[in-house]
C-alpha cells in the first residue's frame, strides 16, 4: 500500500525546475499543477484561499522547505503539487531559502486526515539524507521513489 504522501503524488502534479524566482509566482507555478484535479471543486476559490493563507504566516518550514496550504470547502479530499527550484526562493521576512514546495489542499471537514499528512510529511523532511534524494531526484517518478522509501524506512 502507498504511504500517506506517495498516495497523494501524480508525476503529472510535480515540478522539479520551477521558474519562478519569487515566492507569490512560485507559489502560483507549483498550485496550478492542481488546477483541473477531479478533487478540487473550483480551482480559483483553493487559490485564493491558499494565497491567503500564506499571507497569515509563514509556511517554511526550515530546511529549504515550504508548505503552502489551504483548509478549505474547494477541495474533496486532500490534493498535493510538488515544486522544486535549484536556485532556491526567498520565502519570508527571515530570509529563508526555499527548495522545495509542497502546496497542499485539504478539505475543511477532514482536520484529521491533514494533520495526518503533515505530521508524515515532517517525519520524512526531517532526515538530511532524504530531503537530498528528493533535491537530486532527476523525473518526478525518481522523486516520488525517493518519497516512498523515506515512508518505508519510517514505517508509514
Do not use: W
Amino acid at each position: 500500500m502507498a504511504g500517506k504522501i506517495t498516495s497523494l503524488l501524480e508525476p503529472a502534479r510535480i515540478a522539479l525546475h520551477v521558474h519562478s524566482t519569487k515566492r507569490t509566482a512560485a507559489l502560483n507555478e507549483v498550485a496550478k499543477l492542481l488546477e483541473g484535479h477531479p478533487d478540487i471543486g473550483s480551482f480559483s476559490g483553493f487559490y485564493e484561499e491558499l494565497l491567503a493563507r500564506d499571507r497569515l504566516d509563514t509556511t517554511c518550514l526550515g530546511n529549504g522547505i515550504a508548505l503552502p496550504h489551504a483548509r478549505t470547502e474547494h477541495v474533496k479530499k486532500i490534493v498535493m503539487a510538488v515544486g522544486r527550484t535549484a536556485v532556491g526562493i526567498p520565502f519570508d521576512a527571515s530570509g529563508e531559502i526555499v527548495r522545495l514546495f509542497f502546496v497542499l489542499g485539504t478539505p475543511k471537514t477532514k482536520p484529521g486526515d491533514y494533520l495526518a499528512v503533515v505530521s508524515a510529511l515532517c517525519k520524512i523532511l526531517k532526515d538530511p539524507a532524504d530531503r537530498a534524494s528528493f533535491l537530486e531526484a532527476q523525473t518526478p517518478e525518481a522523486f516520488i521513489a525517493a518519497i516512498a522509501a523515506a515512508e518505508a524506512k519510517l514505517g508509514l
